[in-house]
């Protein structure tokens, strides 16, 4: 007799409720983490500068692993941040870990956005299915991030930073308004 095994993990079910956006930065702490792959402490450092343009805020730079989870105790000083942006996804492990990641801050009640690329898009949604945690958000701003130009990276960071305003900030309220309903 044969015996077949299903490789499809199904999603898990997500037991916490998103942590609220901030709504604003401004007397924030912004955590910054790097996954150290080419150009993602400086897209995070241009998305700040951007962020910057209307928000006073304090940033907390820190990194991640690019290809496993991170242990709760291997996060340094995140549990000090208000809001994480985790860079980058640029590639397929990087992508999937950095949601990953993203969804094990949310769950510990710290509002969390990766910066990914558009090869990514599927890596990513997939393993934020997988994770139970479907309605993450995250920018997508166009790939490549590690070998973009100066004047690239800048407008990548100008999309990412957009899309965070978007997502975490400048609709914060109605979203918040709209899930308590």
Same mark, same amino acid.
């Given at each position: *007799?044969?015996? &077949? /095994?299903?490789?499809? %993990?199904?999603?898990? =079910?997500?037991?916490?409720?998103?942590?609220?956006?901030?709504?604003? @930065?401004?007397?924030?702490?912004?955590?910054? &983490?790097?996954?150290?792959?080419?150009?993602?402490?400086?897209?995070?450092? *241009? !998305?700040?500068?951007?962020?910057?343009?209307? &928000?006073s805020f304090n940033v907390e730079p820190g990194?991640?692993?690019?290809?496993?989870? *991170?242990?709760?105790?291997?996060?340094?000083?995140?549990?000090?941040?208000?809001?994480?942006?985790?860079?980058?996804?640029?590639?397929?492990?990087?992508?999937?870990?950095?949601i990953a990641n993203a969804v094990a801050l =949310?769950?510990?009640?710290?509002?969390?956005?990766?910066?990914?690329?558009?090869?990514?898009? =599927?890596?990513?949604?997939?393993?934020?299915? @997988?994770?139970?945690?479907?309605? !993450?958000?995250?920018?997508?701003?166009?790939?490549?991030?590690?070998?973009?130009?100066?004047? =690239? /990276?800048?407008?990548?960071? %100008?999309?990412?930073?957009?899309?965070?305003?978007?997502?975490?900030?400048?609709?914060?309220?109605?979203?918040?308004?709209?899930?308590?309903?």
């Open positions: *007799m044969q015996r &077949f /095994l299903n490789p499809v %993990q199904e999603s898990v =079910e997500m037991n916490t409720a998103r942590p609220p956006r901030p709504g604003s @930065l401004d007397g924030k702490r912004l955590g910054l &983490f790097s996954n150290g792959k080419l150009n993602a402490d400086r897209i995070l450092h *241009m !998305i700040a500068d951007e962020l910057a343009k209307d &928000f990194t991640y692993s690019p290809q496993n989870l *991170m242990a709760e105790n291997e996060w340094g000083k995140v549990d000090a941040c208000d809001v994480v942006i985790l860079a980058n996804g640029d590639c397929g492990a990087c992508s999937s870990s950095g =949310e769950r510990r009640g710290i509002p969390a956005f990766l910066i990914s690329t558009p090869p990514f898009t =599927e890596a990513v949604g997939t393993m934020a299915r @997988l994770s139970g945690m479907a309605d !993450i958000d995250w920018a997508i701003v166009d790939h490549p991030i590690g070998s973009a130009s100066e004047a =690239e /990276l800048r407008a990548r960071a %100008q999309s990412a930073a957009a899309q965070f305003r978007a997502a975490m900030l400048d609709d914060a309220p109605a979203a918040q308004a709209a899930q308590a309903a």
